[in-house]
T-cell receptor, first 116, second 116 residues
């Protein structure tokens, strides 16, 4: 069975600085996707970034980027130039391919607070 | 384009009562999912429907039933609510997005359910 672990329950960062959230996972699958979702106080689950395991290049989306280390089974999220609106809980999630089986496995989440 | 909608947003039940949570998506997605989120935890899959006419159990199906009414709608039913089912419930969908196939799941705003 796959597991996803986020070892940082809470983190804080000053506005405009950079912060990295950690995620490790355990799987015997060779083909899978990894995701970071953001959940602000509104509770809405918002997709931040997605990484296909077969791609060596790390995904980026504006201020958000990942460091994907397949051999180490590590998938960290870097947020650059942090903004107050980034304050939220962040979830790392794993999905094996094909993805229509619904096996999206979430970590426990990291609460990020951006301070002015 | 509303994405994924859920009703109701909030609900309070007494132990033993029944209710149905409604979910609809307008993205022409094939697959739909129901998750629950308990305090301090990530989301856990209750049931999913890979395509219209099919449903399968997820990680925590006990005490729930689902119906894939058509391609757009996927409902979750609690036949006899228990306090352990107090949680936030999220519906999600995934499927073809334009010309790019994607397994990314898009979430509704959630339903906060309290069972007394």
């Amino acid at each position: 069975a796959q597991t996803v672990t986020q070892s940082q329950p809470e983190m804080s960062v000053q506005e405009a600085e950079t912060v990295t959230l950690s995620c490790t996972y355990d799987t015997s699958e060779s083909n899978y996707y990894l995701f970071w979702y953001k959940q602000p106080p509104s509770r809405q689950m918002i997709l931040v970034i997605r990484q296909e395991a077969y791609k060596q290049q790390n995904a980026t989306e504006n201020r958000f980027s990942v460091n994907f280390q397949k051999a180490a089974k590590s998938f960290s999220l870097k947020i650059s130039d942090s903004q107050l609106g980034d304050t939220a809980m962040y979830f790392c999630a794993f999905m094996k391919v094909p993805g229509n089986t619904g096996k999206l496995i979430f970590g426990q989440g990291t609460t990020l607070q951006v301070k002015p | 384009n509303a994405g994924v909608t859920q009703t109701p947003k909030f609900q309070v039940l007494k132990t033993g009562q029944s209710m149905t949570l409604q979910c609809a998506q307008d993205m022409n997605h094939n697959s739909m999912y129901w998750y629950r989120q308990d305090p301090g935890m990530g989301l856990r899959l209750i049931y999913y429907s890979a395509s219209e006419g099919t449903t399968d159990k997820g990680e925590v199906p006990n005490g729930y039933n689902v119906s894939r009414l058509n391609k757009r709608e996927f409902s979750l039913r609690l036949e006899s609510a228990a306090p352990s089912q107090t949680s936030v419930y999220f519906c999600a969908s995934s499927g073809q997005l334009g010309r790019r196939s994607t397994d990314t799941q898009y979430f509704g705003p959630g339903t906060r359910l309290t069972v007394l």
